[in-house]
Nanobody, 127 residues
Framework: QVQLVESGGGLVPAGGSLGLSCAAS????????MAWFRQVPGKEREFVAAISRSGTSTEYEDSVKGRFTISRDNAKNTVYLQMNSLKSEDTADYYCASARVSNLSYTPRTSGAMDYWGKGTLVTVSS
């Protein structure tokens, strides 16, 4: 079992930047593709970004392309989400998730593809 703990959320003005981290337990981090999702109360959880096991492939939801960057450090069992040029519509709870996969280049985009989830960290962008 993998435990995921997000950190780095907070209040930031529109146009600002924020970096999220997600620390994973265990020794098998490199066998998991990782992703970030977000959710606003009353709405479905939506995909934000994903990164492959090796870190060589990434994928983004259209509204965050060019503003958000996902990365990972397998030696530190950590995945990151750097968020720049934040907008009020980016306000949400952000969740880290992992998917155990064999394909080194696979980047999961759907909630159903994920095996484990963190508890989330709140990002609030003030306009």
């Amino acid at each position: 079992q993998v435990q995921l703990v997000e950190s780095g959320g907070g209040l930031v003005p529109a146009g600002g930047s924020l970096g999220l981290s997600c620390a994973a337990s265990g020794r098998t981090f490199s066998t998991y593709a990782m992703a970030w999702f977000r959710q606003v109360p009353g709405k479905e959880r939506e995909f934000v970004a994903a990164i492959s096991r090796s870190g060589t492939s990434t994928e983004y939801e259209d509204s965050v392309k060019g503003r958000f960057t996902i990365s990972r450090d397998n030696a530190k069992n950590t995945v990151y989400l750097q968020m720049n040029s934040l907008k009020s519509e980016d306000t949400a709870d952000y969740y880290c998730a992992s998917a155990r996969v064999s394909n080194l280049s696979y980047t999961p985009r759907t909630s159903g593809a994920m095996d484990y989830w963190g508890k989330g960290t709140l990002v609030t962008v003030s306009s």
